[in-house]
């Protein structure tokens, strides 16, 4: 951190692919995300106001699908983006088998928050890389963006630090315990977010994506209900929406 902590910072060498934990090769990548709270340590309103950017570049040589070599690409969280997959897991855009990427890969993603008793965060992110099919190669670009709203109804706040931290364990102010005699309500809150991704008609029109059976926007919108009756326990009901601009495949 820097400036009595208004700026904060991360930033490093790495040569994984995207979304993986090990080599696949010699990728690699810088990393960094950079976050400014100028109102830190003050008193008034916009204490828990902030906002800053990430970003990632790197020559990316590898295929997208690795066939039986990574065994987790639809639990929301694709190892190597051989697919673009839902929260909940559903994959709407699938890579061909024979598409690699093949070039300078970059990401920027710009943010804004305000953490308090009520909390916001926002971010909008640009994704683009070099793909190819061995007889076809194009730049890939992705954009997408989330908001997240939140408000506890009893009175807490989220820790107003910095953007890497602003999300942290709530302390009910009235717990819920009753084997000491606690029998306040907790914490509750209402949340919700907001979210599109578009991952453009460029990698259909080159052939890297079948265009007849997958789509490319996505539109969800998840709320919740959360209750914090002590530190310790959280009791989360949600609801998650999903929309595409046309119909994909659920299962083969």
């Given amino acids: 951190s820097l400036f009595d902590g208004h700026v904060q910072y991360w930033s490093g060498i790495t040569n994984p692919a995207k979304s993986t934990f090990y080599a696949l090769n010699r990728n690699v990548d810088y990393n960094g995300q950079f ?3 100028p109102f830190k340590g003050t008193e008034g309103i916009l204490k828990g106001l902030g906002g800053g950017f990430g970003l990632q570049a790197g020559y990316q040589r590898y295929a997208l699908n690795q066939g039986n070599a990574i065994g987790f690409t639809n639990n929301g969280e694709a190892s190597t983006n051989s697919a673009w997959i839902t929260s909940s897991g559903i994959p709407f855009a699938e890579y061909n088998s024979n598409v690699r990427a093949n070039g300078l890969e970059s990401k920027f993603a710009p943010h804004l928050y305000w ?3 009520f909390s916001f965060l926002g971010e909008y992110i640009v994704n683009t890389r070099e793909l190819s099919n061995g007889t076809t190669t194009g730049q890939s670009t992705q954009r997408g963006y989330y908001i997240n709203l939140s408000y506890y109804l009893t009175g807490e706040r ?4 910095n953007g890497f931290q602003g999300y942290s364990t709530v302390v009910p102010l009235r717990p819920f315990v ?3 005699g606690l029998w306040g309500p ?4 209402l949340a919700a977010q907001f979210s599109e991704l578009n991952i453009g008609r460029g990698d259909f029109d080159r052939g890297f994506i079948e265009s007849g059976r ?3 926007r996505l539109d969800q919108l998840m709320t919740g209900v959360n209750w914090w009756p002590n530190k310790y326990t959280r009791l989360s009901f949600d609801y998650v ?3 595409f601009n046309s119909p994909i495949p659920v299962n083969t």
């Fill in 35 to 37: 976050d400014f709270t």
């Fill in 178 to 180: 009753p084997s000491k």
């Fill in 241 to 243: 929406w999903t929309g």
């Fill in 158 to 161: 989220d820790f107003a630090g």
């Fill in 115 to 117: 953490f308090g008793r």
């Fill in 186 to 189: 907790g914490a509750w809150q």
């Fill in 214 to 216: 997958w789509t490319n």
